[in-house]
């Protein structure tokens, strides 16, 4: 593949341009490099698909965030969705070519399968713990309800192109032949729609924002995406709407690492309770939880609640909950508690003339790398 040329660049603006700045470039370039001005041009044709793209990004608000700091890659992801900006081609057309030619230019009988979406959706560790029914505000083109997508106004009709009489060709002489082209009054549809809808000024397509219902499940991680069939924007004349990807993120935690289906956190207890072993209560995701210490723990060992970690997906079990065990030295000892240690010192046969640190590390059974 060779190297993509950067989307600024391609349409010669500025990286701070605004909306009608990208939308002026590019459709100057889509002039100059449209393919039916430059039959059989691959050169014209490469160059109007990589305006196209460039164009699709930067238009998008949030594209656009996306390339800024990501660069092309933050966007490869959204595009092998979509299979490619072809799809997408026609929309930039209603919405570049529209505005050329003076808004409502003709009826869009062609149809075209809606564009597909994705949306990002950030969910926190408790709500994959449990599941949670979301409602998203999703930003789509949507078949006009005023017209039904007819584009004409309400109890009028689409009438047939006078220009052209429906054929959607009109001839013209050039000397002493004549060519055919497509009827600039119709597009070629060989319709028009004499009394525009308001609501969608004839294009039978308005852009709204709908509110759409989706369960996130437990278990499910980052990446994780939910295919909404049909939820994607409308299709023109009719056409199948695309699709609505949601894709999952699932923000960190400030208690929980998770890595799988564990989770892990930690605790500290006492140097007695590491000795002697016990049971403790730790914090879950989901409540307290008992934690049994068994005699002799070490610092930094890993001990597992089995099955309170994150819920395996579509599975009736979970991953554990791993408690890493700090052990805190005691400070400000008392007299009395003080001489307790030296005896107990001694019996373990460590004079107290050894150096400080070797006393502690050998009680603490803490590891060469664990102390300072
Ligand atoms: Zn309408
Ligand atoms: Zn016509």
Known sequence: MTQKR??????????????????????KLAIQFHPDKNPDNKEAED???????????????EKRQTYDR????GLEGMTTDFGGF??????????????????????????????????????????????KQFTIQVPRVETCSTCNGSGARTGTEVVTCPQCHGRGQISQSHGFFTMARTCPRCQGEGEIIQDPCPSCKGRGLV?????IKLHVDKGVDSGFKYKLTGEGEAGVNGAPP??????????????????QNDLITSAKISFAQAALGGKISVQGIDGRDELRIPPGTQYGAQLRVPNKGVPIYKRSYSGDLIVEIEIETPRNLSGEQRKKLEEFAKLRGESDQHEQEGFWEKLLGRHEEDSE
């Open 242 to 259: 695309g699709d609505l990807f949601v894709v999952i993120n699932v923000a960190p935690h400030e208690r929980f690492q998770r890595d």
């Open 6 to 27: 950067d989307y600024y660049e391609v349409l010669s603006v500025d990286r701070d341009a605004d909306e009608d700045e990208i939308k002026k470039a590019y459709r």
């Open 86 to 131: 072809g799809v997408n081609l026609d929309d930039i057309f209603g919405d570049v070519f529209g505005d050329l030619l003076g808004g409502f230019s003709g009826r869009q009988r062609t149809t075209k399968r809606g564009r597909s979406l994705q949306y990002n959706l950030e969910v926190t560790l408790e709500d994959i713990i449990h599941g």
């Open 207 to 211: 852009r709204n924002t709908r509110e």
């Open 47 to 61: 160059k109007f698909k990589e305006a196209t793209e460039a164009y699709e990004v930067l238009r998008d608000p």
């Open 70 to 73: 990501f660069g092309h890659a």
